[in-house]
């Protein structure tokens, strides 16, 4: 069970959905890492980053649990990967239909650096994050548009929780054109 005591930051933020995430992550039993000393980590070394994934989906109206923080890579991640490593997590990097994903993690939990391919589709991405929070700290989070790209993207290659992202995403009001426009351009 997550300990309150050991973050008050999380009753400081108790009114975000960056926390209702992580407590509910870590809500159940008793994992040896926490998403919130992930969260911690990863706000230490990403700068400025761009949210994706749960994190992201909770931001448009739909907290669900999460075991990682997803981010839009942009540029090279080395240094963050190194730094990640040297705090004792695990790194493996996976190919996607349009990108890699750099895959960190500590016990079950971890940071998934997503690299996209496309760059005139990152530009796009880059262009439209709105505003967020993750505990006391502003982050930029890919829209809601985006965010059903990736999603259905991802849910063509497999299905589980992007596709119910996916499903939940869908009924709320989104920019349909620039949504059919990059799924016809990903051929999805």
């Known amino acids: 069970m997550l300990d309150l005591k050991k973050f008050p930051i999380l009753a400081e933020t108790a009114h975000t ?3 209702e995430v992580l407590i509910l992550a870590d809500a159940m039993g008793s994992a040896p890492v926490t998403l919130v000393e992930v969260m911690q980590d990863f706000l230490k070394i990403v700068k400025n980053p761009i949210i994706a994934g749960g994190f ?3 931001h448009h109206g739909f907290v669900r649990g999460t075991l990682d923080i997803d981010v839009i890579s942009i540029g090279s991640t080395k240094d963050e990967i190194e730094s990640f490593k040297s705090l004792g997590y695990k ?3 996976v190919r996607i239909s349009n990108g890699v994903i750099d895959l960190l993690t500590k016990a079950n ?3 998934d650096f997503i690299h996209i391919d496309d760059d005139q589709f990152l530009a796009s991405m880059i262009k439209r994050t709105v505003v967020g929070n993750m505990l006391t700290q502003p982050v930029r989070v890919i829209s809601i548009e985006d965010l059903i790209v990736l999603k259905s993207i991802a849910a063509k290659e497999r299905s589980g929780k992007d596709t119910w992202d996916l499903e939940k995403l869908l009924v709320m009001p989104y920019d349909k054109d620039y949504v059919e426009k990059w799924l016809h351009h990903f051929k999805v």
């Open 91 to 93: 790194h493996e990097s």
């Open 56 to 58: 992201a989906v909770a």
């Open 109 to 111: 939990k971890g940071v």
């Open 17 to 19: 959905y960056a926390t």
